[in-house]
């Protein structure tokens, strides 16, 4: 089992910035892809960047240009570095990561959220 363990998130003005850091630990094999996703309320999870071991990125729409992913392999963790903030990327945020084993099936692991706020 692998546990992701999410820091970083809270309360902030509209324009502002937040990073959010994600550790993962356990029995690891091999982290292929990590994630960040969000859940606004009554709207459905959606990505908003990932990236995989060899540093490809993947961002969704809204939040090009703003947010930059970045992770460390040493450390099994991943980063989401937040700015010009605003109102509509009020969410939990939630790390997500892909563990491969050695038979290569893929084991999908969730955080347990971090609640991000922008004010207007």
């Known amino acids: 089992q692998v546990q992701l363990v999410e820091s970083g998130g809270g309360l902030v003005q509209s324009g502002g910035s937040l990073r959010l850091s994600c550790a993962a630990s356990?029995?690891?094999?091999?982290?292929?892809?990590m994630g960040w996703y969000r859940q606004a309320p009554g709207k459905q999870r959606e990505l908003v960047a990932d990236?995989?071991?060899?540093?490809?990125?993947n961002y969704a729409d809204s939040v090009k240009g703003r947010f930059t992913i970045s992770r460390d392999n040493a450390k099994n963790s991943v980063y989401l570095q937040m700015n010009s903030l605003k109102p509509e990327d009020t969410a939990v945020y939630y790390c997500n990561a892909i563990d491969t084993t050695w038979t290569g099936s893929e084991q999908n692991y969730w955080g347990q959220g971090t609640q991000v706020t922008v004010s207007s």
């Open positions: 990236i995989t071991r060899g540093g490809n990125t």
């Open positions: 356990g029995r690891i094999f091999s982290i292929n892809v």
